[in-house]
C-alpha cells in the first residue's frame, strides 16, 4: 500500500465516521500543475480570489502542500495569489487568510465561520485523496505520511458536519453564506473550535469591486469554470507545441535514417559487385553462419 494510501485509511479510522468526510465537496476541486516550487507537490488546488489592491480586479489564490521532510514532521500549507497577466504570485501566509480572502472557492466555502485552521485541515483531506486518485498513473509524491493529530481530526469534523447541515438545512429552505472577519492566524486552529459558533456577520473586507463580480455562488462557479477552461486550454496548447516539435525530430530523424539506409545499400552492392550470382548465394550462406557462430561464441 502507498504511503498516500496508508495515511488516507489512517485518517478515515480516527474520523470514525468514513461516511462523515462525504459531506466535504471534494469533487469540486479544482487543481492546476504546478512546477515553480519543486518543494511543494506538483499540483495546487483553487482556494478562491482576492482583489488586488493595485489592479482592482480579482486574483486567484491557490493552496500548496509541501510534504513531510522527516518522520513526523507537520506538512505546510502555502496560499499564493497569481496575477492573471505576469502570472506573478504573492504570499498571503502572515495574514489570516480565510478571513482576508473576498471569495472562497466551492471545495472550501464552509457554511460557518471562515477558519484558516479548518481550511487548512480541508486543504490536507483533499491533498490526500487526491494523491491517492493520481497514482494509478504513477508513483506517490508523499514519501513520508502526515501525521493525523487530534486537531486535525477534530477540525475536519467540524467543518464536514457543517457542510452536512447546510445540506440538510439547504433541502428545508435557502440559506445564505457569510465570511465571519475574525480568526486565529495558527495553521491549526485551537479546541475551541469545537465550541458552537456565534452567529456570523459579512465581512469587512469584500470590497466594492468583488461585490460587483462576485455577487453569487453561482458566479463563484461560473469564474471557476471559467478559469479551468482556460488552464486546460493552455496545457492542450504546450501539449501540441510538444507533439509538434516531437514531429519535428522525427522528421529530422527519418531523413537521417533514409541516408544511413542508402549508404548501407551501397555498401551491400559494392560487396557483391562483379560475383555471379552462385557465388554470391554462396558468400550469404557463409555470412549467415558466421552470424550464428558469433552469437553462440
Known sequence: ?????????????????????????????????????PRAISFKIRFGYIVDKYSKRPQEIWVLFYPPTKEGRHPEMQFHSFDPDTNAFTKHDDSNISTTVSALASAFNNPKKA?????????????????????????????IPIPITRTFVDSLRVVCREFEEAKERSSRSPSVTLI??????????????????????????ITAEVSSVLTSNVNIQRLETL??????????????????????????????????????????????KGMSLMDAFKLGGEMEREEKRRKLA
Do not use: C, W
Open 1 to 37: 500500500m502507498s504511503v498516500a494510501k496508508a495515511n488516507l485509511a489512517q485518517l478515515y479510522t480516527e474520523i470514525g465516521d468514513a461516511n462523515l468526510l462525504d459531506h466535504a465537496p471534494y469533487d469540486q476541486i479544482v487543481t492546476a500543475s504546478q512546477y515553480y516550487d
Open 115 to 143: 477558519a484558516k485552521g479548518k481550511h487548512v485541515a480541508l486543504a490536507k483531506y483533499y491533498y490526500l485523496k487526491a494523491l491517492v486518485s493520481r497514482e494509478a498513473g504513477g508513483a506517490s509524491e508523499l514519501e
Open 180 to 205: 465571519d472577519d475574525h480568526d486565529s492566524v495558527l495553521s491549526d486552529p485551537p479546541e475551541d473550535l469545537l465550541e458552537p459558533t456565534q452567529p456570523v456577520k459579512a465581512t469587512s473586507t
Open 227 to 272: 478559469l479551468a477552461v482556460r488552464d486546460d486550454e493552455r496545457e492542450l496548447e504546450a501539449s501540441n507545441s510538444a507533439l509538434d516539435a516531437e514531429e519535428r525530430v522525427l522528421k529530422l530523424q527519418r531523413r537521417v535514417n533514409e541516408d544511413k539506409q542508402a549508404k548501407i545499400n551501397a555498401r551491400r552492392q559494392e560487396a557483391f
